[in-house]
């Protein structure tokens, strides 16, 4: 028996839409993909890559995970950034964050989640280092949405110092890095103004020779 039927009647209209709209699109593209973006972003359902940005299958490569973040262990978004960079050779990264994001929210009150909590850890430490610009903010929701900003802007420093994107420009691979965030509430994007495109850019110890 088929479960969750809806989903598999919702995915046949889907396909069929776009095959009549565009003939032959899905065998065109399953023959490769040549996205120029990868997306980094937050797996919050609300938060829907391809569709906040109008583009089709095979435009944009994507990760998710809570709170959209660039661990430095964490080898599944290196691995990811790694195929989209050296393989795809996207020219953007782009990091996005949202308002209102919950991990973003967990992480900054002291509850005990159990095992999330070793993930949320890497925004506590980012609570603390830019403590004295949020004490600056007493409301709690302006707190948060200031968090959620500053996380992104950590996370793009992040996929900076990475081997791989500083290898890229070290090869004259034209690559960008841009830090956005999105609003929940009305579906509208903002660009935080901290895109990066080389080396000289990025903090001095993180730089590599
Ligand atoms: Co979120």
Redesign the pocket.
């Known amino acids: 028996m088929r479960v969750l039927k809806d989903l598999f009647d919702k995915n046949e209209i889907w396909a069929e839409k776009i095959e009549a709209a565009d003939p032959g699109f899905f065998a065109a593209l399953s023959k490769q993909q040549t996205p120029d973006y990868l997306w980094i972003g937050?797996?919050?359902s609300r938060?829907p890559a391809n569709e906040i940005v109008g583009l089709m299958p095979g435009e944009i490569f994507v990760h998710r995970n809570?709170?959209?973040l660039v661990v430095h262990t964490d080898l599944n978004c290196l691995s990811v950034i790694q195929f989209a960079v050296e393989v795809l050779k996207v020219k953007h990264i782009i990091v996005c964050?949202?308002y209102g994001?919950?991990?973003?929210k967990a992480a900054m009150e002291n509850g005990e989640h159990g095992l999330i909590d070793n993930w949320l850890r890497n925004i506590k430490d980012i609570h603390r280092f830019r403590q004295a610009e949020l004490d600056f903010v007493q409301d709690p929701k302006k707190k948060l949405d200031l968090m959620c900003e500053l996380n992104v802007v950590e996370q793009v420093s992040n996929v900076c110092h990475t081997t791989i994107v500083q290898n890229a420009w070290k090869n004259k691979q034209d690559l960008s890095i841009h830090g956005w965030i999105y609003d929940i509430a009305d579906g509208r994007l903002k660009d935080l103004d901290v895109c990066i495109t080389q080396a000289d850019e990025i903090a001095e110890t993180h730089r590599l020779k």
């Open positions: 937050c797996s919050d938060v809570i709170a959209n964050g949202h994001c919950g991990g973003i």
